[in-house]
C-alpha cells in the first residue's frame, strides 16, 4: 500500500528531496547549467572580471547584481538563438566590497564616489544573445551587436502617459519632466506580446537620501511640500548613499525627483539605441512584476502587484486590442486603463478603475488630474477602498481568464485585521489566490477568487496550511515569490523566504503546484537554491525544452552576518560560495540554464 495516493500528476519528474547546502540541485534527470555570473563580460570589448579590482567602468559591460527577472525572446523566429533579458534588482555592498557593509555608518563613510557608481552599474538590466551550441547547451554570443547593459548610472529614459512632462514630473535637471536617468530595483518583470522587455521599478524609495534626520536619526521629510505622499510611498529609505554623489538622489536637491521612479519601465532588446519608456499608465507603486496576456477580446492585460504589506493588487486593460503588428512603445501601454482589487468575503473580486472624476477620484479629494492619479496610486486606491493585501508579488495570468496572486506573507497583520483573501495573522508563509475573471476575459471588472494554498508546514497544527494531502514533506513551501506558466498551462512557483527560511529549515525553491482536478493543491519540489539565496526567474521558453532560472544574492539571507568578511581563503568562509567555490571568489548571483538530459519537455 503506497503512503500517498496516486492522483495522475501533470507534472513527470521525480520530486527532490527538501534540504539546505552550499549548491544548488535538480531533479534526477535534469542538467541546471551556470549560463551568467555577477561580472560576466557580456561585450567582446568587456574586461575580465577581477573582482578585487572592480571599477564603474568594468561593470557597465559585465553581467549586474543580484539577476531577479529573467525573459526571452527568439531572433527570427529561430528557437535556437533569442535575447535574455534579466533584471538586476539591488547590491549587497557587503559581498561585493569586503570589509564594507550598508549599515557601516548612518553617513556610509566607506562608500567612495567610485564605490557608489559600481553599484549603480551593478543594477538594472542586461539584454544578451545567447545561442545554442552543437552539444544542445546554451551560450553567451559575446560579439553580438544587441548585448548591452541598462542602468541608473547612464541609461537615459523617457516617459509616456497621462504623467509624462507633467509639472510634478518636472526637476531642475530636467525641466521638461520627460527624461530620467535610468530605472532601479527592477524585481520582477514581464515580456510584451510584441517581445519587448518590461522591467518593474520596485523599492525605488530605498534609494532617496537625505541629510535631514529627527532625534533618533531617521530621515525627517516633514518641511517637504509633499511630506504626506512621501510616507505613503516611504521616501526616503536612505538604504544607498548615491544621493551623496548623485544630486537627483538627493531629496534636498531634487524634492520632485521620487515621482519620476516606481514605473514600468518597457525596453526594446532588438534595438540598443531606442531609449526606453516608463510607462505612466500603469501606475506608480512599489511593482514587483508586470506580467501581460492578450484577452480573449483582444485587450492587452498587465498584472501588477505592489509589495508593500497591506498594500494592493493592480491590473491594467488597454482600450485598444492587440493586432499583432505592435512594436516598442506601443500606445497599449499608454492608453488603457489601471484597476485596483477589492476582494470580497463572498469570493467575488471587484476591479474598481484608477479614473478621474469617477467616485472620490476628484479634485476636491486632492487629485487635481489623471496624471495625479497615476503618480499618487497608492492614495487612489487608499481612497477606493482597495483591499490590503499580504504583500503581493507576482501576479501570474494564464490566459485563460485564470490568474495566480503570490501572497509572500505578512507578519504584521494582527488577529482583528484578517479577512477572507487574508486569512491568516501574523502570516509567516503567505498564500496563493487564483483568481477567475468573469467571462473567462482577463479585461473583465469582475471576477471570482478563492485560496489554491496557504504556504508552511502542514505538519504543524498552528500554522494553518492549507496543501493538497499528496504533497510531500519535500513539496510544501514558504513566502511564494515568482511565479511561471509554461505552454501546457501549468503553475511553477519559486520562493523567497528571506531571512527567516530558518522558520522552515529548507532553501528555496522552484515548485510544480497543482491547479486542476483531483490533484488541485498538490505541490511538488523541482529545484532548490544553495543556502541563502533566493530562486527568481523562473522562464519557460515556448518549446518548453529550457527553463531560466535566477539564484539571487546566494549565501546571505539569514546566514551569518557577512560584514567584514574577506574573500582571502585565510579569513571567515561565508555561508557559501557559490557557485564558483573558488577561495578567492564571494558567492555571486547567476543565471542558470535547465534542460532535461537527452533533450525534451521539461516535465513531461
Ligand atoms: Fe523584490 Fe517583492 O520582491
Ligand atoms: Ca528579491
Ligand atoms: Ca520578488
Ligand atoms: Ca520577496
Redesign the pocket.
Known amino acids: 500500500q503506497p503512503a500517498r495516493a496516486t492522483t495522475a500528476s501533470r507534472y513527470v519528474f521525480d520530486e527532490l528531496a527538501w534540504g539546505n547546502d552550499a549548491t544548488h540541485h535538480i531533479a534526477e534527470g535534469y542538467d541546471a547549467d551556470v549560463l551568467l555570473r555577477w561580472g560576466d563580460p557580456i561585450t567582446a570589448d568587456a574586461p575580465e572580471f577581477d573582482v578585487m579590482n572592480q571599477t564603474a567602468a568594468a561593470q557597465l559591460q559585465q553581467f549586474g547584481y543580484n539577476n ?1 527577472y529573467v525573459g526571452f525572446t527568439p531572433l527570427d523566429g529561430n528557437p535556437d538563438r533569442g535575447l535574455l533579458c534579466v533584471n538586476h ?1 539591488y547590491t549587497n555592498e557587503e559581498v561585493m566590497f569586503p570589509g564594507l557593509g550598508r549599515q557601516d555608518s548612518a553617513e556610509f563613510a566607506g562608500m567612495t564616489p567610485e564605490l557608489i557608481d559600481i553599484e549603480m552599474a551593478a543594477h538594472g538590466g542586461t539584454v544578451v544573445e545567447i545561442a545554442r551550441n552543437a552539444n544542445g547547451k546554451w551560450e553567451l554570443v559575446r560579439d553580438s551587436q544587441y548585448n548591452r547593459r541598462i542602468t541608473p548610472l547612464n541609461t537615459k529614459m523617457t516617459f509616456s502617459g497621462p504623467a509624462a512632462g507633467h509639472a510634478r514630473m518636472q526637476t531642475n535637471a530636467d525641466p521638461e519632466g520627460m527624461t530620467v536617468m535610468g530605472t532601479v ?1 527592477n ?2 518583470g514581464g515580456m510584451t506580446p510584441w517581445g519587448t522587455y518590461l522591467m518593474a521599478e ?2 525605488f524609495h530605498g534609494y532617496f537620501w537625505t541629510d535631514k534626520l529627527d532625534a533618533d536619526g531617521n530621515p525627517d521629510v516633514s518641511a517637504h511640500p509633499e511630506a504626506a505622499k512621501l510616507e505613503r510611498y516611504g521616501v526616503p529609505g536612505r538604504w544607498y548613499a548615491w544621493g551623496k554623489v548623485h544630486d537627483h538622489w538627493n531629496l534636498d536637491l531634487e524634492p520632485q525627483e521620487p515621482n519620476r521612479w516606481g514605473w514600468i519601465v518597457e525596453v526594446d532588446p532588438r534595438n540598443p539605441d531606442a531609449m526606453p519608456i516608463k510607462h505612466t499608465a500603469l501606475g506608480r507603486f ?1 511593482h ?1 512584476g508586470a506580467e501581460t496576456c492578450v484577452s480573449e477580446d483582444g485587450k492587452l492585460v498587465i498584472y501588477s502587484g505592489d ?1 508593500n504589506r497591506f498594500d494592493y493588487q493592480y491590473k491594467y486593460v488597454s482600450n485598444g486590442t492587440v493586432t499583432g503588428n505592435e512594436t516598442f512603445g506601443s500606445s497599449l501601454m499608454s492608453d488603457g486603463t489601471l484597476y485596483v482589487a477589492r476582494f470580497d468575503e463572498d469570493g467575488t473580486v471587484t476591479w474598481l478603475p484608477l479614473v478621474h472624476g469617477e467616485g472620490p477620484l476628484t479634485a476636491e479629494n486632492g487629485f487635481a488630474s489623471q496624471a495625479d492619479l497615476m503618480i499618487d496610486t497608492r492614495l487612489a486606491a487608499d481612497a477606493l477602498g482597495a483591499t490590503p493585501m499580504d ?1 503581493p ?1 507576482d501576479a501570474q495570468p494564464r490566459g485563460d481568464g485564470t490568474a495566480y496572486i503570490m501572497l ?1 506573507n505578512n507578519t504584521r497583520r494582527k488577529a482583528d485585521q484578517v479577512d477572507a483573501a487574508n486569512p491568516r495573522a501574523e502570516s509567516s508563509f503567505g498564500h496563493i489566490i487564483e483568481i477567475k475573471e468573469d467571462g473567462g476575459l482577463h479585461s473583465a471588472t469582475k471576477g471570482t477568487w478563492s485560496i489554491l494554498v496557504k504556504c508552511g508546514d502542514p505538519a504543524v497544527t498552528e500554522v494553518g496550511a492549507q496543501w493538497n494531502p499528496e504533497t510531500s514533506e519535500s513539496g510544501w513551501f514558504g513566502s511564494p ?1 515568482n511565479a511561471a506558466i509554461d505552454a501546457d498551462g501549468r503553475l511553477w512557483i519559486s520562493t ?1 523566504q528571506g531571512s527567516s527560511w530558518g522558520k522552515t529549515g529548507k532553501s528555496d525553491g522552484l515548485y510544480a503546484l497543482e491547479t486542476e482536478g483531483e490533484a488541485r493543491g498538490t505541490s511538488r519540489l523541482f529545484f532548490r537554491c544553495p543556502v541563502g539565496g533566493e530562486l527568481c526567474g523562473p522562464y519557460f521558453t515556448d518549446a518548453m525544452d529550457t527553463l531560466f532560472l535566477a539564484v539571487q544574492h546566494p549565501g546571505t539571507d539569514g546566514t551569518k552576518d557577512l560584514v567584514g568578511f574577506e574573500r582571502d581563503s585565510t579569513f571567515e568562509d561565508p555561508a557559501t560560495r557559490w557557485p564558483d567555490f573558488d577561495p578567492a571568489m564571494p558567492p555571486r548571483p547567476a543565471v542558470l540554464v535547465v534542460t532535461k538530459q537527452g533533450g525534451g519537455k521539461i516535465a513531461t
Do not use: F
Open positions: 531577479d534588482e530595483n524585481c520582477a520596485e523599492n512599489r514587483e509589495d504583500r508579488e509572500t515569490d523567497d
